[in-house]
């Protein structure tokens, strides 16, 4: 759930709401809702227009609740987990022994562990409880913002998020024949969700939102892989992709194909990763 500041903003500011309508052009209905936070959401050309006006980011708008909190610090418990190799029972033990279901619902954001298994879960990653919670907040506050733009989108028929050589921002609904692509407006105003993006490079939307079915990937499609947030990318030959398992992208050794991987003397042919991109979204 999301809660908006609106209501806090103009106290302090002493603006009232007919000022804001008469201002930014906002229906006084709209206007009156989000303040008493009775709006079911919000369209975004308002939020676009609203952080405009009051000169502030989306974040200092919208509050996430304690779920999306979850959420964040259960990614920040999944990349601890995955940097060190170990699957959900392994970490479960050195973690008070909880179980494996224990441990999927921290990382699936379901609820967090307490005080005592925070403290653990810091330890093993080499940091504070508050750097583990505040690290998640911080990634609750771009990411989750960030995907639920994405969803719009996708929800909209855009495919791709591009970035132009000016670093303009666009949406498109494919990258066939070079196309531009249709301009969406409110866009640029979310520019710095988007700093990942090199000038003259794009974001597959799908990708982004895990929507993307790895199942319907050809064999030795060219990828990018690791195993944790802080690795660099490495380029494999995609093999299968396995849902049972914490490593589910199956590769070819090396960067070798399914033709060239049979000239090799080794036993081991294939290697798993927990992260998996394809090529054309290389950095």
Same mark, same amino acid.
Request: charged share 35%; hydrophobic share 35%.
């Given at each position: 759930m999301i809660q908006n500041n609106l209501s806090k903003i103009l106290g302090k500011r002493q603006l009232e709401i007919t000022k804001v309508n008469q201002d930014t052009g906002i229906s006084r209905t709209t206007i009156t809702s989000l303040y008493y936070n009775r709006a079911k959401g919000i369209n975004f050309d308002t939020l676009s227009t609203l952080c405009e006006y009051l000169d502030i980011t989306p974040n200092e708008l919208l509050n996430f609740t304690e779920e999306r909190e979850n959420k964040a610090i259960g990614k920040r418990i999944k990349a601890i987990r995955l940097s060190l190799g170990l699957t959900g029972k392994e970490f479960g033990h050195l973690i008070d022994n909880a179980s494996s279901g224990v441990v999927a619902n921290w990382e699936n954001g379901v609820n967090k562990p307490n005080v005592e298994r925070l403290? @653990? !879960?810091? %330890?093993?990653?080499?940091?504070? &409880?508050?750097?583990?919670?505040?690290?998640?907040?911080?990634?609750? $506050?771009? !990411?989750? /913002? @960030?995907?639920?733009?994405?969803?719009?989108?996708? $929800?909209?028929?855009? @495919? =791709?998020?591009?970035? $132009?050589?000016?670093? %303009?921002?666009?949406?498109?609904?494919?990258?066939?024949?070079g196309a531009v692509?249709? /301009? &969406?407006?409110?866009?640029?105003s979310f520019s710095y969700l988007f700093k990942d993006i090199e000038p003259e490079g794009h974001l597959n939307i799908a990708v982004e939102l895990g929507l993307f079915d790895w199942s319907t990937v050809p064999d030795n499609t060219p990828v990018l892989v690791r195993n944790n947030v802080t690795e660099p990318? %490495? =380029? @494999?030959? /995609?093999?299968? =992709?396995?849902?049972?398992? $914490?490593y589910p992208f199956i590769c070819y050794i090396d960067g070798k194909t399914s033709y060239t991987v049979k000239s090799i003397q080794s036993i081991v042919k294939y290697d798993n990763w927990a992260f998996c991109k394809l090529a054309e979204e290389g950095e």
């Open positions: 403290r @653990r !879960i810091a %330890e093993i990653g080499l940091m504070t &409880v508050d750097e583990l919670i505040s690290e998640g907040k911080r990634e609750m $506050d771009n !990411i989750t /913002f @960030r995907g639920y733009l994405l969803e719009h989108l996708h $929800d909209k028929g855009y @495919r =791709y998020i591009i970035k $132009d050589e000016f670093e %303009e921002i666009y949406a498109i609904e494919n990258l066939q024949n692509g249709k /301009f &969406v407006k409110w866009l640029t990318w %490495e =380029y @494999r030959h /995609f093999y299968k =992709y396995s849902a049972e398992s $914490d």
